[in-house]
Each structure stands twice: as structure tokens, then as C-alpha cells.
T-cell receptor, first 114, second 110 residues
Framework: DTAVSQTPKYLVTQMGNDKSIKCEQNLGHDTMYWYKQDSKKFLKIMFSYNNKELIINETVPNRFSPKSPDKAHLNLHINSLELGDSAVYFC?????????????FGQGTRLTVV | RKEVEQDPGPFNVPEGATVAFNCTYSNSASQSFFWYRQDCRKEPKLLMSVYSSGNEDGRFTAQLNRASQYISLLIRDSKLSDSATYLCVVIRNTGNQFYFGTGTSLTVIP
């Protein structure tokens, strides 16, 4: 069973389109994230939700809108896609434990805007 | 200033070599520290946590210096399978936000 699963794995779309990426975790974690990894491989946090509530919203264009219907799901909708949105988007989840915290990542969605 | 800074490399080392990666973090309120590994076109995965007293896991040793805000990872007896990007990760004491370094690329050569 995949702990954090996101779909689709690959997404090729034209500029101006609207697309969504879905993420689900079966770990029972309270916190979920969206990260963007650009061509230089830098992982930058976009959003973080804790128990369905937005707790982190980095400087991200408002064309990006996360939605968390329940604490196991965090979807990302992107409006009016631009060339610069091409990147790998990773969903992750984490939970604070007595021994520390570990983030588990989905396999990534490779978005290409043409 | 970036939250976490790493030398991006690349590091190209022969099999059996010892290699060390360094990382600095800017926020003294940072509480938790990790090394993650990311293989090409894969997701990051936890390699090891970094504890204040330093810790070892097989061929891997992690060290933390809070005074200098510095974290290190030492890999002994490098294997071909160690080739990957190693990401330094820091969590502040507020919330669960993971701050990633840019990663250090390692290639172990036969």
C-alpha cells in the first residue's frame, strides 16, 4: 500500500488551461503539504494544511488553490497555467511523534506546460 | 538569506571513499534536523534524523553543531548505490514546516 499517493504522475498541458493534482495519504497524519521542485532541483514549500486547515501559504500566485476535503486528502488546483509552472509537484504528509517528525512524500507529479 | 544552505556539488568519488557533506541553517529556533536522500526522478526519502549528540547508522554518521548552526553527513566506504542527491532538512519549533536545502549531488564511480 502506497503511503502517500498522488495523481497523475505526468501531466502535459497547454498554457492557459486549468488542471488539478490529487493527493491522498493513508498514514493517519494530521499535516499535509505541497512542494514544488523546479529545474534546479530546489524543493520549495507551497502550502501546508493541518487537520484540513491552511497553516502555511508561501508566496504562491493565487492561481494555485489547495483544497483539503478531509485530513487524508490535499488537492492542488492550478488555473491559467503558465510556462513557468512546469516543475515536479510533490505532496507530503507528516506527524509529530514522541521521537520526532518524518515527512513522507508522494512520487511526484511532473507537470509540463507547453 | 536562505533557511538552509548546502554546497550543491557535484561530488564525484571512487567506490570505497569517504565523503562528507555540510549544511548550515539560518534560524537558531530550528529544532529538528534530518538528512533526506533523493534518487533521480524519485521522491525524497528520509535517510536519517540528526540528534544533538550525533548519531550513526551503518556507514552514515550525522553531526549537529547548534552553536555554529551546522549539520554534517559523513558516508564511509562509498557504494555505487549511494549515488543520489542528499538533502539537508530543518524544522523550526513552530509547526511542521520542513525547510529543504538545495541538495548535494553525489556520484560514486566504479
Amino acid at each position: 500500500d502506497t503511503a502517500v499517493s498522488q495523481t497523475p504522475k505526468y501531466l502535459v498541458t497547454q498554457m492557459g488551461n486549468d488542471k488539478s493534482i490529487k493527493c491522498e495519504q493513508n498514514l493517519g497524519h494530521d499535516t499535509m503539504y505541497w512542494y514544488k521542485q523546479d529545474s534546479k532541483k530546489f524543493l520549495k514549500i507551497m502550502f501546508s494544511y493541518n487537520n484540513k486547515e491552511l497553516i502555511i501559504n508561501e508566496t504562491v500566485p493565487n492561481r494555485f488553490s489547495p483544497k483539503s476535503p478531509d485530513k487524508a486528502h490535499l488537492n492542488l488546483h492550478i488555473n491559467s497555467l503558465e510556462l513557468g509552472d512546469s516543475a515536479v509537484y510533490f505532496c507530503a504528509s507528516s506527524q509529530v511523534r514522541g521521537w520526532g517528525t518524518e515527512a513522507f512524500f508522494g512520487q511526484g507529479t511532473r507537470l509540463t506546460v507547453v | 538569506r536562505k533557511e538552509v544552505e548546502q554546497d550543491p556539488g557535484p561530488f564525484n568519488v571512487p567506490e570505497g571513499a569517504t565523503v562528507a557533506f555540510n549544511c548550515t541553517y539560518s534560524n537558531s529556533a530550528s529544532q529538528s534536523f534530518f538528512w533526506y536522500r533523493q534518487d533521480c526522478r524519485k521522491e525524497p526519502k528520509l535517510l536519517m534524523s540528526v540528534y544533538s549528540s550525533g548519531n550513526e547508522d551503518g556507514r552514515f554518521t550525522a553531526q549537529l553543531n547548534r552553536a555554529s548552526q551546522y549539520i554534517s553527513l559523513l558516508i564511509r566506504d562509498s557504494k555505487l548505490s549511494d549515488s543520489a542527491t542528499y538533502l539537508c532538512v530543518v524544522i523550526r519549533n513552530t509547526g511542521n514546516q520542513f525547510y529543504f536545502g538545495t541538495g548535494t549531488s553525489l556520484t560514486v564511480i566504479p
